[in-house]
């Protein structure tokens, strides 16, 4: 249970304020229909997130030894600081070609390669070298963010303080690489 409640967390958390977030919103607004977005999104987020996840665990298998490990750790420290970076989104106003599922589907799979929580679920991948729980824990983390995102769109944007989450995503990000770093140099059990 340990990798699906952590890697949801520090997913759900290093979410908000994400341009996938936004973009979530802005796909909502444009098709003003939830449920063919909210699968696209999912669909999506399974699918990358499930690729990234097997690469994190492949690379832990293959360079598993101190110095990979403290690369493991060094990124999530270094995702401590990116996840206080807000990102924004640039919106195009031409008419989608395809309809919002598939537009959903397409856009969400090629912005979330190189993101915050794609780069997140490699190291999550490599840190529990277990593919399924970190790819089912990370995409529910996704849902958790962009599901209400969707569904209530701009008003989220307005009430929640995305400074205070993007603090408590780098504290979890910090804490993990931190705790990692103290496990691989034999100070922790």
Not at 120 to 125: P, R, S, V, Y
Request: hydrophobic share 60%; charged share 10%; proline share 5%.
């Amino acid at each position: 249970m340990t990798p699906l409640l952590t890697s949801g967390g520090i997913v759900a958390l290093a979410e908000m304020g994400d341009k996938t977030q936004l973009l979530a919103i802005v796909l909502a607004c444009r098709f003003r229909r939830a449920w063919p977005v909210i699968a696209g999104i999912f669909v999506a987020t399974l699918a990358n997130h499930a690729l990234a996840a097997w690469a994190g665990a492949a690379l832990a298998a293959w360079f598993d030894g101190p110095v990979f490990r403290y690369a493991v750790a060094a990124s999530f420290i270094a995702m401590a600081a990116w996840t206080l970076v807000p990102d924004r989104i640039d919106v195009e106003d031409k008419p989608a070609q395809y309809g919002p599922f598939l537009t959903t589907l397409i856009a969400f799979f090629i912005v979330e390669i190189g993101d915050k929580t794609q780069v997140a679920t490699i190291a999550l991948g490599a840190r529990f070298h277990d593919v399924l729980p970190v790819a089912i824990g990370t995409t529910l983390g996704m849902m958790a963010a962009n599901v209400p995102a969707v569904l209530l769109g701009q008003r989220i944007i307005e009430r929640v303080p995305l400074r205070t989450v993007h603090v408590a995503a780098a504290l979890l990000f910090l804490g993990l690489g931190l705790w990692l770093a103290a496990q691989t140099a034999g100070w922790l059990g």
